[in-house]
């Protein structure tokens, strides 16, 4: 087989240099800013820091480097640890300012606190809610939306010769009420749709549907 023919192998040569150099790039352009941070950080807050290390070892040239990462680590910490303190602490106190200067607000203090009671029933209740149920309720005939909450209530199973589940059916728009009931399984249905799904539902008064496609129904993609 023919050698190739030098202006090849320069071509060769030169794409691998090239190749190699994008390879490496995006290392050395990470140890070139790495070295940059910790001499400019680790350089100027090393002195308050290390004051009271011996001079034996704080002025070894050796370990000039060590002491900058050190610095450098001590600082990113403060300032993570500054971070936290400023979300949770100052978040906090100004969150609550604002809250009070709404809450005196004619007309917004009562919208405020309507949505606010929805909002934490909504977070808080649906963690309790195992699954979304259709029940009979308040007469026969007629259907309401609730929670499962509990298949096996204790004392009151034991009293009552049926099994019977725990379902919360809350009112509408205002979820923050209403009615546990204690059914026969067998006047429980069960949804597919989604404890949120069913929230939302509930809230918007049935104006917000979730889509539903019967799991049997063949789609126009199933054979």
Do not use: C, H
């Not at 450098?72 to 809250?99: D, H, N, P, Q, W």
């Not at 977070?123 to 699954?131: A, D, K, L, V």
Request: hydrophobic fraction near 50%; aromatic fraction near 12%; proline fraction near 9%.
């Amino acid at each position: 087989m023919p050698d190739a023919p030098p202006v090849s192998r320069f071509v060769s040569l030169r794409n691998a240099f090239i190749s190699g150099a994008l390879l490496l790039a995006p290392l050395f352009v990470t140890i070139l800013a790495f070295s940059k941070i910790v001499d400019l950080i680790g350089g100027t807050f090393r002195p308050l820091f290390f004051f009271y290390v011996p001079e034996t070892l704080r002025d070894r040239p050796s370990l000039e480097i060590g002491w900058d990462i050190l610095a450098t680590l001590i600082v990113m910490v403060l300032v993570t640890a500054l971070g936290y303190l400023s979300r949770y602490v100052f978040g906090k106190f100004f969150l609550g300012l604002a809250e009070r200067v709404i809450l005196r607000v004619p007309g917004v203090s009562g919208i405020y606190s309507t949505v606010k009671q929805i909002v934490g029933t909504f977070g808080s209740q649906s963690r309790m809610f195992n699954q979304a149920v259709l029940v009979e309720f308040p007469r026969k005939g007629s259907w309401a939306v609730g929670f499962l909450t509990n298949k096996a209530p204790g004392e009151l199973q034991a009293r009552i010769p049926d099994e019977v589940w725990s379902v919360f059916v809350p009112t509408s728009p205002n979820p923050t009420s209403g009615f546990l009931l204690l059914l026969p399984r067998r006047e429980i249905v069960e949804l597919e749709m989604s404890v949120g799904e069913a929230m939302k539902l509930i809230i918007s008064g049935g104006a917000i549907a979730p889509p539903w496609r019967p799991a049997a129904a063949p789609g126009p993609d199933r054979r």
